[in-house]
Protein backbone atom coordinates (compact mmCIF):
# COMPACT_ATOMS: atom_id res chain seq x y z
CA UNK A 1 0.00 0.00 0.00
CA UNK A 2 1.79 3.49 -1.08
CA UNK A 3 2.00 5.93 1.79
CA UNK A 4 1.63 9.52 1.63
CA UNK A 5 3.02 11.09 -1.57
CA UNK A 6 3.71 14.71 -0.97
CA UNK A 7 5.56 16.92 -3.99
CA UNK A 8 7.80 18.26 -4.93
CA UNK A 9 10.36 16.89 -2.18
CA UNK A 10 12.34 20.96 -2.54
CA UNK A 11 11.69 23.93 -3.62
CA UNK A 12 13.22 27.21 -3.80
CA UNK A 13 11.96 30.39 -4.66
CA UNK A 14 12.08 34.02 -4.38
CA UNK A 15 10.20 36.07 -2.05
CA UNK A 16 6.91 37.63 -2.89
CA UNK A 17 6.78 34.19 -5.65
CA UNK A 18 3.72 31.82 -5.12
CA UNK A 19 4.02 28.32 -4.58
CA UNK A 20 2.51 25.46 -4.33
CA UNK A 21 2.86 22.11 -2.48
CA UNK A 22 0.38 18.97 -3.26
CA UNK A 23 -0.68 15.52 -1.27
CA UNK A 24 -2.26 12.33 -1.83
CA UNK A 25 -2.77 10.53 1.58
CA UNK A 26 -3.39 7.20 1.92
CA UNK A 27 -6.44 5.37 0.29
CA UNK A 28 -9.20 5.62 2.56
CA UNK A 29 -8.11 7.74 4.92
CA UNK A 30 -10.49 10.72 5.37
CA UNK A 31 -8.22 12.90 7.66
CA UNK A 32 -5.61 15.25 5.75
CA UNK A 33 -3.42 17.63 8.01
CA UNK A 34 -1.15 19.91 6.70
CA UNK A 35 1.71 20.74 8.90
CA UNK A 36 4.57 23.39 8.64
CA UNK A 37 8.02 22.12 10.85
CA UNK A 38 10.57 25.53 11.33
CA UNK A 39 13.70 24.44 11.57
CA UNK A 40 14.73 22.60 14.76
CA UNK A 41 11.01 22.86 15.85
CA UNK A 42 7.66 20.46 16.27
CA UNK A 43 5.20 20.28 13.26
CA UNK A 44 2.65 22.42 14.01
CA UNK A 45 -1.22 21.89 12.52
CA UNK A 46 -1.99 24.54 9.63
CA UNK A 47 -5.01 23.22 8.58
CA UNK A 48 -6.95 20.05 8.93
CA UNK A 49 -9.49 18.48 6.62
CA UNK A 50 -12.39 15.86 6.89
CA UNK A 51 -13.02 14.98 3.33
CA UNK A 52 -13.15 18.26 1.86
CA UNK A 53 -14.34 20.51 4.28
CA UNK A 54 -11.89 22.66 6.61
CA UNK A 55 -13.14 21.69 10.01
CA UNK A 56 -9.77 23.40 11.65
CA UNK A 57 -7.77 26.16 9.67
CA UNK A 58 -7.42 28.21 12.65
CA UNK A 59 -3.90 28.58 12.33
CA UNK A 60 -3.87 28.76 8.69
CA UNK A 61 -2.52 32.47 8.12
CA UNK A 62 -5.44 32.96 5.77
CA UNK A 63 -3.91 36.39 3.96
CA UNK A 64 -1.41 34.68 1.95
CA UNK A 65 -2.18 31.01 2.43
CA UNK A 66 -4.54 28.80 1.48
CA UNK A 67 -5.66 24.83 0.91
CA UNK A 68 -8.08 22.88 -0.91
CA UNK A 69 -8.96 19.35 -1.27
CA UNK A 70 -11.32 18.71 -3.68
CA UNK A 71 -13.21 15.52 -3.96
CA UNK A 72 -11.86 14.66 0.17
CA UNK A 73 -8.54 12.64 -1.68
CA UNK A 74 -5.55 14.95 -2.75
CA UNK A 75 -4.69 18.49 -1.51
CA UNK A 76 -2.80 21.54 -2.33
CA UNK A 77 -1.56 24.19 0.00
CA UNK A 78 -0.58 27.54 -1.66
CA UNK A 79 1.15 30.50 -0.36
CA UNK A 80 1.04 33.73 -2.40
CA UNK A 81 3.04 35.88 -2.07
CA UNK A 82 5.77 33.60 0.12
CA UNK A 83 7.66 35.78 2.65
CA UNK A 84 11.25 35.00 4.44
CA UNK A 85 9.81 33.22 6.94
CA UNK A 86 7.54 30.50 5.29
CA UNK A 87 11.12 28.53 4.94
CA UNK A 88 10.19 25.38 6.26
CA UNK A 89 9.13 21.98 5.97
CA UNK A 90 5.64 21.25 4.63
CA UNK A 91 3.96 18.06 5.85
CA UNK A 92 1.33 16.32 4.75
CA UNK A 93 -0.43 13.26 7.10
CA UNK A 94 -3.75 11.33 6.70
CA UNK A 95 -5.42 9.57 8.99
CA UNK A 96 -8.45 6.75 9.41
CA UNK A 97 -12.49 7.95 9.59
CA UNK A 98 -12.95 10.36 12.40
CA UNK A 99 -14.32 8.40 15.71
CA UNK A 100 -12.78 5.23 15.14
CA UNK A 101 -9.98 3.97 17.35
CA UNK A 102 -7.41 4.72 14.75
CA UNK A 103 -5.84 7.70 15.63
CA UNK A 104 -2.39 6.94 13.74
CA UNK A 105 -1.50 9.47 11.53
CA UNK A 106 0.99 8.78 8.69
CA UNK A 107 3.21 11.66 7.12
CA UNK A 108 4.40 11.80 3.88
CA UNK A 109 8.24 13.31 3.44
CA UNK A 110 7.32 16.45 3.28
CA UNK A 111 8.60 19.71 1.10
CA UNK A 112 11.43 21.81 2.05
CA UNK A 113 10.99 25.17 1.17
CA UNK A 114 13.66 27.84 1.08
CA UNK A 115 12.43 31.49 0.32
CA UNK A 116 15.34 33.89 -0.89
CA UNK B 1 -4.39 24.42 25.82
CA UNK B 2 -2.65 21.32 25.47
CA UNK B 3 1.05 21.78 25.80
CA UNK B 4 4.45 19.05 25.38
CA UNK B 5 7.34 19.52 26.46
CA UNK B 6 10.80 17.70 25.25
CA UNK B 7 13.50 19.13 27.92
CA UNK B 8 16.73 17.43 26.27
CA UNK B 9 17.95 19.03 22.68
CA UNK B 10 20.00 16.21 22.46
CA UNK B 11 21.01 12.60 23.56
CA UNK B 12 23.96 10.56 22.44
CA UNK B 13 24.06 7.07 23.56
CA UNK B 14 26.56 3.90 22.54
CA UNK B 15 25.59 1.42 20.44
CA UNK B 16 23.48 -1.64 22.58
CA UNK B 17 22.86 0.95 25.60
CA UNK B 18 20.10 2.06 26.71
CA UNK B 19 18.86 5.54 26.86
CA UNK B 20 15.46 7.18 28.22
CA UNK B 21 13.74 9.94 26.26
CA UNK B 22 11.71 12.23 28.68
CA UNK B 23 8.37 14.09 27.36
CA UNK B 24 5.90 16.04 29.82
CA UNK B 25 2.67 17.22 28.65
CA UNK B 26 -0.24 19.57 30.45
CA UNK B 27 -3.54 18.55 29.77
CA UNK B 28 -7.35 18.91 31.65
CA UNK B 29 -8.36 15.80 29.52
CA UNK B 30 -8.81 12.67 30.91
CA UNK B 31 -8.76 10.58 27.63
CA UNK B 32 -6.44 11.50 25.00
CA UNK B 33 -3.45 9.22 22.94
CA UNK B 34 0.57 9.92 23.29
CA UNK B 35 2.80 8.68 20.32
CA UNK B 36 6.72 8.71 20.10
CA UNK B 37 7.17 9.54 16.42
CA UNK B 38 10.29 9.04 14.91
CA UNK B 39 12.02 11.60 12.31
CA UNK B 40 15.07 10.35 10.47
CA UNK B 41 17.22 12.39 7.63
CA UNK B 42 14.62 11.71 5.11
CA UNK B 43 11.61 13.67 7.00
CA UNK B 44 9.44 11.07 6.95
CA UNK B 45 7.69 11.00 10.45
CA UNK B 46 7.22 7.29 11.81
CA UNK B 47 5.27 6.10 14.40
CA UNK B 48 7.56 4.50 17.24
CA UNK B 49 4.89 3.93 19.88
CA UNK B 50 1.34 4.59 20.92
CA UNK B 51 -0.15 4.81 24.41
CA UNK B 52 -4.34 4.99 25.34
CA UNK B 53 -4.35 7.26 28.25
CA UNK B 54 -7.58 5.02 29.54
CA UNK B 55 -4.76 1.89 29.85
CA UNK B 56 -2.31 1.88 32.90
CA UNK B 57 -0.21 -0.68 31.50
CA UNK B 58 2.70 1.15 29.63
CA UNK B 59 2.78 0.37 25.77
CA UNK B 60 6.32 -2.07 24.81
CA UNK B 61 6.87 -2.15 20.81
CA UNK B 62 10.24 -4.54 20.62
CA UNK B 63 12.69 -2.58 22.11
CA UNK B 64 10.80 0.28 22.53
CA UNK B 65 8.92 1.15 25.44
CA UNK B 66 7.03 3.75 27.58
CA UNK B 67 6.90 4.84 30.99
CA UNK B 68 3.27 6.55 31.23
CA UNK B 69 2.59 8.40 34.38
CA UNK B 70 -0.63 9.79 34.13
CA UNK B 71 -0.82 11.60 37.25
CA UNK B 72 2.35 13.32 36.93
CA UNK B 73 1.39 13.78 33.22
CA UNK B 74 4.74 12.44 32.01
CA UNK B 75 5.76 9.97 28.69
CA UNK B 76 9.36 8.81 28.41
CA UNK B 77 10.63 6.79 25.88
CA UNK B 78 12.61 3.84 26.48
CA UNK B 79 15.18 2.61 23.59
CA UNK B 80 17.02 -0.74 24.23
CA UNK B 81 19.50 -2.12 22.64
CA UNK B 82 20.15 0.91 20.58
CA UNK B 83 21.14 0.20 16.86
CA UNK B 84 23.03 3.48 14.76
CA UNK B 85 19.79 3.22 13.01
CA UNK B 86 18.56 4.84 15.82
CA UNK B 87 19.63 8.15 15.26
CA UNK B 88 17.22 10.61 14.51
CA UNK B 89 15.09 13.38 15.72
CA UNK B 90 12.35 11.89 18.57
CA UNK B 91 8.75 13.52 18.41
CA UNK B 92 6.43 13.69 21.60
CA UNK B 93 3.35 14.47 20.25
CA UNK B 94 -0.34 14.26 22.30
CA UNK B 95 -3.69 13.56 20.52
CA UNK B 96 -6.92 14.36 21.80
CA UNK B 97 -9.96 12.88 20.05
CA UNK B 98 -11.58 16.61 20.48
CA UNK B 99 -9.99 18.30 18.51
CA UNK B 100 -8.54 15.86 16.82
CA UNK B 101 -5.23 17.57 16.55
CA UNK B 102 -1.67 16.33 17.15
CA UNK B 103 0.17 18.71 19.46
CA UNK B 104 3.85 17.86 19.06
CA UNK B 105 7.29 18.89 21.40
CA UNK B 106 9.80 20.63 20.06
CA UNK B 107 12.03 17.04 19.94
CA UNK B 108 15.11 15.43 21.16
CA UNK B 109 18.00 14.50 18.79
CA UNK B 110 19.62 11.23 20.12
CA UNK B 111 22.39 10.32 18.19
CA UNK B 112 23.84 6.77 18.85
CA UNK B 113 27.66 6.00 18.41
CA UNK B 114 29.29 3.02 17.39
Partial sequence: EAGVVQSPRYKIIEKKQPVAFWCNPISGHNTLYWYRQNLGQGPELLIRYENEEAVDDSQLPKDRFSAERLKGVDSTLKIQPAELGDSAVYLCASSGRTGSRNTEAFFGQGTRLTVV | ?114
Fill in chain 2, 1 to 114: AQTVTQSQPEMSVQEAETVTLSCTYDTSESNYYLFWYKQPPSRQMILVIRQEAYKQQNATENRFSVNFQKAAKSFSLKISDSQLGDTAMYFCAFFFSGTYKYIFGTGTRLKVLA
